[in-house]
């Protein structure tokens, strides 16, 4: 069973950059997917960056396109998803998750994955 720890969250004004890491033991990402959700109060999970270990194929929703860059980085086992431009509506809690499977594509829903990070605050003051 892999093990996730998001880290990187915190308080930061608007127009401001955060990066946020999620470090996996217990099973390497090789082969799997690794995305990005967040959960806003309120609000349901909703993903917002995936990659695909085996080729590197990425996946954002339309929200964050240009904003958020997923990126991962082999030797460390650690997946990135680094914020510019952050505005109060990205105020949430941060969470990484991966499948308990391999896939051959990525996939959007909550529901595909089994392991998750204990999430990361991100708050964003106006």
């Known amino acids: 069973q892999v093990q996730l720890v998001e880290s990187g969250g915190g308080l930061v004004q608007a127009g401001d950059s955060l990066r946020l890491s999620c470090a996996a033991s217990?099973?390497?990402?090789?082969?799997?997917?690794v995305a990005w959700f967040r959960q806003a109060p309120g609000k349901e999970r909703e993903i917002l960056a995936a990659?695909?270990?085996?080729?590197?194929?990425?996946y954002y929703i339309d929200s964050v396109k240009g904003r958020f860059t997923i990126s991962r980085d082999n030797a460390k086992n650690t997946v990135y998803l680094q914020m510019d431009s952050l505005q109060p509506e990205d105020t949430a809690v941060y969470y990484c998750?991966?499948?308990?499977?391999?896939?051959?594509?990525?996939?959007?829903?909550?529901?595909?994955?089994?392991?998750w990070g204990q999430g990361t605050q991100v708050t964003v003051s106006s």
């Open positions: 998750a991966t499948p308990a499977r391999t896939y051959s594509r990525i996939y959007s829903a909550s529901s595909d994955y089994t392991s």
């Open positions: 217990g099973r390497t990402f090789g082969g799997y997917v």
């Open positions: 990659i695909h270990w085996r080729d590197n194929n990425r």
